[in-house]
T-cell receptor, first 114, second 110 residues
């Protein structure tokens, strides 16, 4: 069954700690995205990747880093530089980066600060 | 920069009433997409509108794209409790990443 798998579902971070959120897709999609969702704020783009070995900053990239070494994987690291990391993180993918492609979302990871 | 504004932020209706959410862009969009996120869930793609003045229907849901391709609406006729959730519009100019509106959260009481 094709789809996007995000793990873990819940994650707790200590002060000064980096944490990595996993996103894997078996849809053979070229483009992948990371969004942050806060109550009342909609979806804000953190990073996106149009193709393997390529990625670009979105609107709120500060304090985050990504890699795209494999087509199916797009992990997001929340670094200690991100001072307000508590949020719901959503990974998405689309066939290509073209604007007329719908995005498919994973179930999300909820990150909290201890 | 480009913005996609969505109103209202919240809407409560009685079951059977109609519901409409509006989406407005500061710039002309190449297309607009609509997503629904159920409580505790993730956004799910509903539909895409591409042409100026386009109207599409999905059962009780009617989607419109404005003539100037700067605004869009989603209308639900005779809401049901299964319609509960947050509805997002998302648009872009050609070649850029999608920009999501902040969403309209719909609650329905029976």
């Amino acid at each position: 069954d094709g789809g996007i798998t995000q793990s873990p579902k819940y994650l707790f971070r200590k002060e000064g700690q980096n944490v990595t959120l996993s996103c894997e897709q078996n849809l053979n999609h070229d483009a992948m995205y990371w969004y942050r969702q806060d109550p009342g704020q909609g979806l804000r783009l953190i990073y996106y990747s149009q193709i393997v070995n390529d990625f670009q900053k979105g609107d709120i990239a500060e304090g985050y880093s990504v890699s795209r070494e494999k087509k199916e994987s797009f992990p997001l690291t929340v670094t200690s530089a991100q001072k307000n990391p508590t949020a719901f993180y959503l990974c998405a993918s689309s066939i290509t980066f073209s604007s007329n492609q719908p995005q498919h979302f994973g179930d999300g990871t909820r990150l909290s600060i201890l | 920069g480009q913005q996609v504004m969505q109103i209202p932020q919240y809407q409560h209706v009685q079951e059977g009433e109609d519901f409409t959410t509006y989406c407005n862009s500061s710039t002309t969009l190449s297309n607009i997409q609509w997503y629904k996120q159920r409580p505790g869930g993730h956004p799910v793609f509903l539909i895409q509108l591409v042409k100026s003045g386009e109207v599409k229907k999905q059962k009780r849901l009617t989607f419109q794209f404005g003539e100037a391709k700067k605004n869009s609406s989603l209308h639900i006729t005779a809401t049901q409790t299964t319609d509960v959730g947050t509805y997002f519009c998302a648009g872009d100019q050609a070649g850029t990443a999608l920009i999501f509106g902040k969403g309209t959260t719909l609650s329905v009481s029976s």
